[in-house]
């Protein structure tokens, strides 16, 4: 089992920036992959970034060059910092640690913290 608390969400306007942290507790940190996904109202959750156990960054699109993703082992702590935030960002966000163990995925969610971007 892995317990998993968001914070860092605010309202923030146009081309701020936001720093997002999500601490786990429960279990190894360190052999999960991580993520950050998103929800808008009236929206499916989509995938926003992902960090492997080796640290390898996987981005969305529409995040690239903008948002990046870092984890602390130590610390049990994922990242994710937002920079030039757009109207579009707005969204709660919702961290996700994720592993495949004999082909069966198990995924824990956090409940979430609201990212509000104003024009």
């Known amino acids: 089992q892995v317990q998993l608390v968001e914070s860092g969400g605010d309202l923030v306007q146009s081309g701020e920036s936001l720093r997002l942290s999500c601490a786990a507790s429960g279990s190894i940190f360190s052999i999960y992959t991580m993520g950050w996904y998103r929800q808008a109202p009236g929206k499916q959750r989509e995938l926003v970034a992902t960090i492997t156990s080796g640290g390898y960054r996987n981005y969305a699109d529409s995040v690239k060059g903008r948002f990046t993703i870092s984890r602390d082992n130590d610390q049990n702590t994922v990242y994710l910092q937002m920079d030039n935030l757009k109207p579009e960002d707005t969204a709660v966000y919702l961290c996700?640690?994720?592993?495949?163990?004999?082909?069966?995925?198990?995924?824990?969610w956090g409940q979430g913290t609201q990212v509000t971007v104003s024009s």
């Open positions: 996700n640690a994720g592993r495949v163990t004999w082909g069966i995925r198990t995924d824990y």
